[in-house]
Every structure is written in structure tokens, then in C-alpha cells.
């Protein structure tokens, strides 16, 4: 993978655990934020709002039913991007 990739990857999984207020190990790449680590739908709007302003994109709140896991929520963060 590409360092840009890693970077972005990391920078997403600060903010879902600033949000979430967990440590960056508690949270894998396919732990679900609500169930695994007790996040409710007030938090998901946190998460988007706040990867809207980090990498300044427009992201739908359709999206959000896909953003329950951080690989969810890069695909989602990638498309709205089009990286």
C-alpha cells in the first residue's frame, strides 16, 4: 500500500477514535462501532461530520448505514473523494 493510503487510513481511524473515545487498539478495520465499542447514531453523525471537514468532502447521510466499520468508512471517505 502506498504511504498516501496508510496516511489516510491512520488519519481516519484518529478521528473515529477521538469520536468513539477509544484507544486506536481497541478499534480493528472491521470492528463495528456500534456494537463492539457502544457507539451510538449521534456519534456516526460526529464521524461524518468530522471526515467531511478533515479531508473536505461532501458525504451523504445515506452513506452512514455503510460507515459501521473503519473499512466502511474509507470506502465511503474514498468515493466521496475519488481517490
Known amino acids: 500500500m ?3 493510503h496508510e496516511e ?5 481511524k484518529e478521528i473515529v477514535c477521538d469520536i468513539l473515545e477509544i484507544e486506536e487498539d481497541e ?3 472491521t470492528s463495528l462501532f456500534k456494537e463492539d465499542h457502544a457507539a451510538d447514531s449521534l456519534r456516526s453523525i460526529e464521524i461524518l461530520a468530522g471526515l467531511e471537514k478533515e479531508f473536505s468532502v461532501t458525504i451523504d447521510q ?3 448505514p455503510r460507515m459501521v466499520h473503519l473499512k466502511g468508512v474509507y ?3 474514498a468515493e466521496s473523494a475519488s481517490w
Open 2 to 4: 502506498s504511504s498516501i
Open 62 to 64: 445515506s452513506e452512514l
Open 27 to 29: 478499534v480493528t478495520e
Open 75 to 77: 470506502e465511503v471517505v
Open 8 to 12: 489516510r487510513v491512520q488519519k481516519i
